[in-house]
């Protein structure tokens, strides 16, 4: 257990649909990152959050969107879903703005049908 | 920009023997490195990182990589290969704050070890 908590673990939606991943950092950390992997495009960095506030921006699509809520978890919110949005979502945390290597929670597996 | 390559997709190695996974940068700022390692249906763990200093940098489960400038390379090694190695690994590299923080991956490295 990273310390990284991420729910669902697993999500089958259609096309067209929104759905919401949840993360909460491990205690004391105050960045939160999302990652989108897929077998195409890979690893991909999509957002960064730090205390509440966004940090820097991806390759995150308009119809994304995310937030860190004042208790530092964060939602990742992805609307008009399409087959290409099927990916492993992973969240990440540190204790600051730092860059000493994220810890990683176990991902999101997300398939549009 | 930064980039990470890594060469080849798959590696296959014989228990006990020498573990090579290349890794090649680029950046237009000295970078913070980093290799990760995934287990199937698992998320990302950190092996080892290199930030300043010491170029040699020793990671958990008897890995290392060694940072050289000039070649823009970060290689990770493991003398000798366990069946439990079978992952795969990514490399990342970071410009640090004055690029959010963001890590930019290579494509990932499969290892396959044989009995």
């Known amino acids: 257990d990273s310390g990284v908590t991420q729910t669902p673990k697993h999500l089958i939606t259609a096309t067209g649909q929104r759905v919401t991943l949840r993360c909460s950092p491990r205690s004391g950390d105050l960045s939160v990152y999302w990652y989108q992997q897929s077998l195409d495009q890979g690893l991909q960095f999509l957002i960064q959050y730090y205390n509440g506030e966004e940090r820097a921006k991806g390759n995150i699509l308009e119809r994304f969107s995310a937030q860190q809520f004042p208790d530092l978890h964060s939602e990742l919110n992805l609307s008009s879903l399409e087959l290409g949005d099927s990916a492993l979502y992973f969240c990440?945390?540190?204790?600051?703005?730092?860059?000493?290597?994220?810890?990683f929670g176990s991902g999101t597996r997300l398939t549009v049908v | 920009a930064q980039s990470v390559t890594q060469l080849g997709s798959h590696v296959s190695v014989s228990e006990g023997a020498l573990v090579l996974l290349r890794c090649n940068y680029s950046?237009?700022?000295?970078?913070?490195l980093f290799w990760y390692v995934q287990y199937p249906n698992q998320g990302l763990q950190l092996l080892l990182k290199y930030t300043t200093g010491a170029t040699l940098v020793k990671g958990i489960n008897g890995f290392e990589a060694e940072f050289k400038k000039s070649e823009t390379s970060f290689h990770l090694t493991k003398p000798s290969a366990h069946m439990s190695d079978a992952a795969e690994y990514f490399c990342a590299v970071s410009e640090g704050k004055a690029a959010g923080n963001k890590l930019t991956f290579g494509g990932g490295t499969r290892v396959l070890v044989k009995p």
């Open positions: 950046s237009s700022v000295p970078p913070y």
């Open positions: 990440a945390s540190s204790i600051g703005t730092a860059n000493v290597g994220y810890t």
